[in-house]
């Protein structure tokens, strides 16, 4: 909401040095409750970057690399996952007892890196102009982009550049109101459900992944602990190449449904068999994985693409919030599942609530591919917001 409210790039500087500050803090924590506290507020950071990042990002960006270069977003995130088991494998190995200060400490290096490339990144022309710096907003497409626009232009959309379309937005800026008034609460509950339906069970096999693979007769310990959750993350980031390319070739709609529908089958193929061979078990979590490609980059293009300039900080914001509850919800029931219920069970359950999310794609999802931000984020019944 703040996002929405003050600005895009005042907020890009200030999540990334919240980040390094809790970092560093950590390394010198010396109790539980304060080390619990710099990771929760290090989390808040995390987390609102996804909105700051993610909404400027697609302001910026042309309509036929928007879809390819949002979900690259989570590609990238794939990519810090994979590295965090990595170097939290070598701190476990070689860094002896203390090596967790180390470990915590050492997220302030890649957050300082970025924090320099950062400097200067241009505030998003669409929010200058819906904030009364038309003016502003007319120098920075100029000097960025080498292009002459006016005023008019941006703050009503003038003509899309796909549709050619009359376009405008008049809704007050980062209102939750507006999420679930009539012309968006329908679009407001897609994101945030198939986030969550998409997310629930992924991060609880990214947190269990060992715990899921023991149960099929793989062995445990230190390498598998790390090294082998981060393989699986790998194939999370392999599966995503596909999609991106699909997304803008067969569209958002056939990708995000394709995808959750194959995604049940493996989930399946486990609960009906949970003595199913390692290697066969190993080989259906992988293509689960891999199968997650669809929704992944459409994790943050979905609510960036479907919400206007006023609300796509805080459209984004609660999407990810929701999906989060789920993320937290399945992490904890997960091994109280596999100890209660078993492997089977567990996986069957996955698969409902992955068709859970199937089903909303089927009702709800929208095609976005090939239209501008401003005719995307309308509403037959937009109208009705001006006064909300």
């Avoid at 950071?45 to 979900?71: F, H, N, Q």
């Avoid at 690259?72 to 990519?79: L, M, P």
């Avoid at 009359?166 to 329908?186: D, H, K, M, N």
């Avoid at 992944?209 to 090294?227: E, K, N, Q, R, Y």
Wanted: glycine share 10%; charged share 15%; net charge neutral.
């Amino acid at each position: 909401m703040l996002t929405d409210k003050i600005g895009r790039e005042v907020m890009y500087t200030a999540d990334l040095l919240v980040m390094v500050v809790c970092s560093v803090l950590s390394f010198w924590a010396d109790q539980v409750w304060l080390i619990v506290a710099l990771r929760f507020v290090l989390g808040m950071a995390v987390a609102a970057d996804y909105p700051i990042a993610t909404s400027l990002l697609a302001e910026w960006l042309p309509i036929k690399e928007r879809g390819r270069l949002l979900g690259k977003q989570i590609v990238a995130w794939y990519a810090g996952s994979v590295l965090a088991y990595v170097v939290g494998y070598f701190f476990q190995q070689f860094g002896g007892n203390g090596s967790w200060r180390w470990m915590l400490a050492s997220s302030a290096v890649l957050c300082l890196f970025f924090l320099v490339i950062r400097r200067g990144s241009p505030e998003s022309p669409l929010w200058l102009a819906q904030h009364g710096r038309g003016e502003e907003a007319v120098a920075v497409v100029r000097k960025h982009l080498g292009r002459e626009v006016t005023v008019a232009e941006l703050t009503s959309g003038g003509t899309d550049e796909a549709t050619g379309d009359a376009t405008g937005e008049r809704i007050g800026a980062g209102s939750l109101r507006v999420l679930f008034s009539p012309a968006y609460r329908r679009r407001t509950l897609f994101c945030g459900l198939f986030f969550l339906c998409q997310v629930a069970p992924l991060f609880a096999m990214l947190t269990f992944g060992p715990a899921i693979l023991g149960s099929f007769g793989l062995p445990g310990g230190t390498v598998m602990d790390t090294l082998g959750t981060g393989l699986i993350s790998l194939v999370f980031l392999v599966g995503c190449y596909p999609a991106l390319r699909a997304i803008d070739t067969r569209g958002r709609r056939p990708t995000i449904i394709l995808s959750f529908a194959l995604m049940i089958v493996p989930l399946v193929f486990l609960g009906v068999w949970p003595t199913a061979p390692a290697a066969l078990a190993l080989i259906a979590l992988c293509s689960y994985a891999f199968l997650c490609g669809g929704p992944n980059v459409l994790d943050w293009t979905y609510p960036n693409e479907l919400f206007p300039t006023q609300v796509r900080a805080t459209a984004v914001g609660f999407a990810t919030s929701v999906s989060r509850i789920g993320a937290a919800v399945g992490t904890y029931l997960l091994p109280l599942s596999l100890s209660g219920l078993g492997i089977g069970p567990t996986m069957l359950m996955a698969a409902a609530l992955t068709a859970v999310g199937l089903l909303v794609c089927v009702l709800w999802a929208e095609e976005t591919k090939g239209v501008g931000l401003q005719t995307s984020s309308q509403t037959p019944a937009e109208p009705e917001l001006v006064n909300a």
